[in-house]
């Protein structure tokens, strides 16, 4: 008697998922990983219509994805699968990594504190007047750490304090007092764990650009390189004027003091001439000579 062998065919849903990743992966030449962790449907909708057109938000599930990108044969496939972890969503793009970051940080929102959450900074309960009235709130402060006072039966904050610290869980009770105080510390959004371009791995520290300390950065170099220039006389549109200012002032401080009397350099001998005399004459009266 002959065994009957099952063939399992493969859930309908489940393949069209792993062919749509597999034709986004084919199609973009970039891809980000993104961690969904306290992200909202709001801003998911917010940031694909930031994309719009350069790049497509994903959600799928990270074994799928994974079958998805080994059978689309991408490079170094294994490196970028091995990050595919928690709850994520694959961005495919045609903007590099670093594009990317800055679109997915103008769309992050602060939130306010829950219970269990990691202080992503030191966050700081500014001094001044709190609105809130005198009460048991007070002790909510007090156990904050927090200096405070009553005036007009509201309840002040002395000095600027630290409520926690970077990297602090946050406690039930002092969320509930940041909440109180519209305090809302967290960022959430998209957040890149791991960016892929033409078989490069980046993690997601290396593409979190700081503008503005790349720009302070830049600001630094181009005045750095330009005095550079100006030192050794390298002339371009930029510092020919420089140069030229310096040369001025050099040549005509030479000439007053080799005596060299020209339009320019007339007043400055003259005067240097007569400051001298004066002080000469001033020495001989000093020695009774009239």
Same mark, same amino acid.
């Given at each position: 008697?002959?065994?009957?062998?099952?063939?399992?065919?493969?859930?309908?849903?489940?393949?069209?998922?792993?062919?749509?990743?597999?034709?986004?992966?084919?199609?973009?030449?970039?891809?980000?990983?993104?961690?969904?962790?306290? !992200?909202?449907?709001?801003? =998911?909708?917010?940031?694909?219509?930031?994309?719009? #057109?350069?790049? %497509?938000?994903? !959600?799928?599930?990270?074994?799928?994805?994974?079958?998805?990108?080994?059978?689309?044969?991408?490079?170094?496939?294994?490196?970028? =699968?091995?990050?595919?972890?928690?709850?994520?969503?694959?961005?495919?793009?045609?903007?590099?990594?670093?594009?990317?970051?800055?679109?997915?940080?103008?769309?992050?929102?602060?939130?306010?504190?829950? &219970?269990?959450?990691?202080?992503?900074?030191? $966050?700081?309960?500014?001094?001044?007047?709190?609105?809130?009235? &005198?009460?048991?709130?007070?002790?909510?402060?007090?156990?904050?750490?927090?200096?405070?006072?009553?005036?007009?039966?509201? !309840?002040?904050?002395?000095?600027?304090?630290?409520?926690?610290?970077? #990297?602090?869980?946050?406690?039930?009770?002092?969320?509930?007092?940041?909440?109180?105080?519209?305090?809302?510390? $967290?960022?959430?959004?998209?957040?890149?764990?791991?960016?892929?371009? @033409? #078989?490069?791995?980046?993690?997601?520290?290396?593409?979190?650009?700081?503008? %503005?300390?790349?720009? %302070?950065?830049? !600001?630094?170099?181009?005045?750095?390189?330009?005095?550079?220039?100006?030192? $050794?006389?390298?002339?371009?549109?930029?510092?020919?004027?420089?140069?030229?200012?310096?040369?001025?002032?050099? &040549?005509?401080?030479?000439?007053?003091?080799?005596?060299?009397?020209? /339009? %320019?350099?007339?007043?400055?001998?003259?005067? @240097?001439?007569?400051?001298?005399?004066?002080?000469? =004459?001033?020495?001989?009266?000093? /020695?009774?000579?009239?």
């Amino acid at each position: 008697m002959s065994e009957t062998v099952q063939v399992h065919e493969p859930n309908p849903r489940k393949k069209a998922i792993m062919e749509k990743t597999a034709t986004l992966a084919s199609k973009y030449p970039v891809i980000v990983v993104t961690n969904l962790s306290k !992200v909202r449907a709001t801003q =998911l909708m917010a940031v694909r219509r930031a994309l719009r #057109g350069n790049a %497509e938000v994903f !959600v799928v599930k990270n074994t799928l994805a994974t079958l998805a990108l080994k059978n689309a044969g991408i490079k170094n496939a294994d490196e970028l =699968l091995k990050h595919l972890t928690g709850q994520n969503a694959l961005i495919f793009s045609n903007l590099d990594p670093f594009k990317l970051f800055l679109t997915l940080e103008k769309n992050k929102v602060n939130l306010p504190a829950r &219970a269990g959450d990691v202080a992503p900074e030191d $966050i700081i309960v500014p001094a001044g007047n709190t609105g809130l009235p &005198a009460g048991p709130v007070l002790s909510e402060f007090r156990e904050a750490g927090i200096p405070t006072k009553i005036e007009a039966g509201s !309840v002040w904050v002395n000095k600027d304090s630290v409520a926690v610290k970077k #990297g602090s869980v946050i406690s039930p009770k002092l969320a509930s007092l940041l909440s109180k105080l519209g305090i809302k510390p $967290i960022r959430a959004g998209l957040s890149i764990a791991l960016g892929y371009e @033409k #078989g490069l791995i980046y993690s997601g520290d290396l593409v979190a650009i700081d503008l %503005e300390k790349y720009r %302070e950065s830049l !600001v630094q170099a181009y005045a750095s390189s330009k005095g550079l220039a100006i030192l $050794i006389g390298y002339v371009t549109k930029e510092t020919a004027p420089d140069i030229i200012a310096k040369a001025y002032r050099e &040549a005509l401080a030479l000439a007053t003091e080799t005596g060299t009397v020209t /339009k %320019e350099t007339a007043p400055r001998i003259f005067g @240097k001439a007569e400051a001298e005399a004066s002080a000469l =004459l001033a020495k001989a009266k000093e /020695k009774g000579f009239q």
